[in-house]
């Protein structure tokens, strides 16, 4: 007997702990490939090739496990419908607890991998953390390797975090909006998160995920010290892009879930 056309519409409900582990599995994902193309590609593929590492395997991670958890990947994400009131605290901090443990599997993969290597040497090399001053990625080293003038300041590294974290949510949310063209919201947030990573790669290496950066900072020299800002400043980036969006759109109510 052939299905009904209630049958073909009717969604098996998809339970929170799926959700749960589909936001662990996304981040590992998204950490892995992209901040594993910085560490294992990126004196070949360079800034864009990373910058399109981050954007398109969170293109298809959008597509892939969106329909099931929505395919937040980020805390700063979640703080985002946390403050529209789309998840109870409860609930955000479950996603944030799975996002931050898939990140920190990842970090461990990619350093497992990366130390196999003979001439990788972690102090040197380390393993794509956020960073300003010393630890910025326009710091200029001298050529016995210390750092002989600092990269962009910390005021920068602020400044970017909370911008380009607004506008990554802001489009999340604008693009899964019930006006907007649903269908492409994969691609509107993926290359969105490209091209946030082409402006802040050189300022402290692009965070605007805090379960990104605590993936790798226990593996750089300095990081750990700083992480505090690419915790603290995504987060309120969040809240700002929810902020926008709902001040533009003007309901809580049309994202779709």
Excluded at 81 to 109: D, E, F, N
Excluded at 163 to 178: C, G, I, K
């Amino acid at each position: 007997m052939s299905p009904t056309a209630q049958e073909y519409v009717e969604v098996e409900p998809i339970s929170d702990l799926k959700k749960y582990v589909a936001e662990a599995v996304g981040t590992f994902v998204l950490v892995f490939a992209a901040v594993g193309t910085a560490v294992f590609a990126g004196a070949k593929v360079g800034n864009l090739g990373v910058a399109l590492a981050f954007g398109l395997t969170l293109l298809f991670l959008v597509y892939a496990i969106g329909p099931i958890s929505g395919c937040h990947v980020n805390p700063a994400v979640t703080v985002g419908h946390l403050a529209l009131g789309r998840l109870s605290v409860v609930k955000a901090g479950l996603y944030v607890v799975a996002q931050v443990i898939g990140g920190l599997v990842a970090g461990v993969v990619i350093y497992a991998i990366a130390q196999s290597l003979p001439s990788y040497n972690r102090a040197d090399d380390g393993l794509g953390a956020n960073g300003w001053g010393a630890h910025s990625p326009s710091a200029i080293k001298g050529p016995l390797g210390g750092v002989i003038e600092n990269g962009y300041g910390i005021g920068a590294a602020m400044i970017i975090e909370v911008l380009l974290t607004a506008l990554l949510v802001f489009v999340v949310l604008a693009s899964t909006d019930q006006i907007s063209d649903v269908p492409l919201a994969g691609v509107s947030i993926g290359f969105t998160l490209a091209v946030i990573h082409l402006v802040a790669i050189p300022i402290d290496n692009t965070s605007v995920n805090p379960a990104r950066s605590l993936a790798v900072a226990p593996y750089q020299n300095g990081a750990l010290a700083q992480l505090w800002l690419f915790i603290v400043f995504p987060l309120i980036g969040g809240a700002v892009g929810a902020l926008v969006y709902r001040s533009l759109f003007g309901r809580y109510d049309r994202l779709q879930s």
